[in-house]
């Protein structure tokens, strides 16, 4: 049994926190993978409250208020208190972070950094097997056969995030620039952050020596 670990993903949209948490999962089975973006998209989806509270601020690339996405996150943390896990996508602001803080310890702050030009790409070329959620890009993976999820067999095709369009990524680069980029000082400060490039896949090695 190795130690308990809390990590906390940074880095802009499109620095492939998703793809990142993915590969950790592969490696690390153990370690829980918590992604607030996902958890809203499960609740607009299924239409919940939450999700519909939720939809305007996704549909233009704005954080959703901080009550509701702090509420949120202290349930999900609340059920795996005892366990190791990843957050991805939170927090995003000083206000979330500050929070983040009063309900839980954290062990590391990973921050991945991507060339910009990459990052655009990555973000207005990115899709998912809607079966099993493998992710993938039509400029940089590509499943093996064309149409075919390399890891579940379903059929896909290119079909964007609804706010992954030239207007919206505008909004949540922004949101990233005003918002979200102090953090790396916040946590830097409290010695925390571990840089990683990210323009390529890592090794399995590498990734279990960024995250012990
Ligand atoms: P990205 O690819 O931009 O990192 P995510 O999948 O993490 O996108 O999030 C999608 C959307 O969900 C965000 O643009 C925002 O509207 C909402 N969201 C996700 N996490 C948070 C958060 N911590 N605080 C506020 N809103 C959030
Ligand atoms: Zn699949």
């Known amino acids: ?10 880095g802009p949209p499109g620095a492939g926190k998703g793809t990142f948490s993915s590969q950790v999962k592969e490696v690390l089975p153990d370690i829980i993978h918590i992604s607030t973006g996902d958890i809203f998209r499960e609740n607009l989806k299924n239409e919940t409250p939450l999700g519909l509270k939720a939809k305007s601020y996704m549909d ?31 927090p995003r602001n000083l206000n979330q972070a500050e929070f983040l803080s009063t309900i839980t310890s954290i062990d590391s702050v990973i921050l991945l950094s991507v060339d910009h030009k990459i990052l655009i790409k990555r973000i207005l070329g990115r899709f998912s097997c809607p ?5 993938y890009n039509k400029y940089f993976i590509k499943p093996k056969k064309k149409g075919i999820c390399d890891k579940c ?14 207007e919206t990524l505008n909004n949540r680069l922004d949101v990233y620039e005003k918002n979200t980029k102090p953090l790396i000082d916040f946590y830097k400060d409290q010695g925390l952050v ?8 890592l090794s399995e090695d590498k990734i279990k020596e960024v995250i012990f």
């Open 194 to 201: 571990k840089e990683i490039d990210y323009t390529n896949k």
């Open 60 to 90: 233009e690339g704005k954080l959703v208020p901080d009550e509701i996405t702090n509420d949120m996150v202290k349930k999900s943390l609340d059920d795996i208190s005892d366990k190791s896990w990843v957050l991805d996508g939170y």
């Open 153 to 166: 067999n379903s059929k896909i095709e290119f079909k964007q995030r609804p706010d992954d369009t030239k």
């Open 1 to 10: 049994m190795q130690e308990t670990k809390h990590i906390i993903l940074l």
């Open 131 to 135: 079966n099993c959620g493998e992710i």
